[in-house]
C-alpha cells in the first residue's frame, strides 16, 4: 500500500496561487504514475493532473495551462503548482497512483477560491 498525505490548500482569493505537496510512503515511489484529483461538493472525483514515473505530464482542459503537476522522487513527493485560481477550482484536491489505488486515497486537502 502507498501512503499518501497532501498538504498546501487554503484560502485563495481569485487569480491567486497555491502550491499543493504531497509526501508518499511505504512503497518504492519512483516507478508510480502519480495524479492530481479533485473533488467539489456535490460532484463526482476527477483527475486533473497526472506526472509519469519519468516526469511526462498531462492535464485536464479545466487546468491546462494554469497548473503544473512536477515530482521529486528523492523526496517521495508530488506537486501541484496552480496559478491564476479560479473559484470553479474550489475542491477537496487528492494525490493517488493513476489508475488510483481505493486503498492510497489521503485525506486530501481544501483548496478554496473566493473574494
Known amino acids: 500500500q502507498v501512503q499518501l498525505v497532501e498538504s498546501g490548500g487554503g484560502l485563495v482569493q481569485p487569480g491567486g496561487s497555491l502550491r499543493l505537496s504531497c509526501v508518499a510512503s511505504g512503497r518504492i515511489f519512483s516507478i508510480y504514475h502519480m495524479g492530481w484529483y479533485r473533488q467539489a461538493p456535490g460532484k463526482q472525483r476527477d483527475l486533473v493532473a497526472r506526472?509519469?514515473?519519468?516526469?511526462?505530464?498531462n492535464y485536464a482542459d479545466s487546468v491546462k495551462g494554469r497548473f503544473t503537476n512536477s515530482r521529486d522522487n528523492a523526496k517521495n513527493t508530488v506537486y501541484l503548482q496552480m496559478n491564476s485560481l479560479k473559484p470553479e477550482d474550489t475542491a477537496v484536491y487528492y494525490c493517488?497512483?493513476?489508475?488510483?489505488?481505493?486503498?492510497?486515497w489521503g485525506q486530501g486537502t481544501q483548496v478554496t477560491v473566493s473574494s
Open positions: 506526472i509519469s514515473s519519468g516526469g511526462n505530464t
Open positions: 493517488n497512483l493513476v489508475p488510483h489505488s481505493d486503498d492510497s
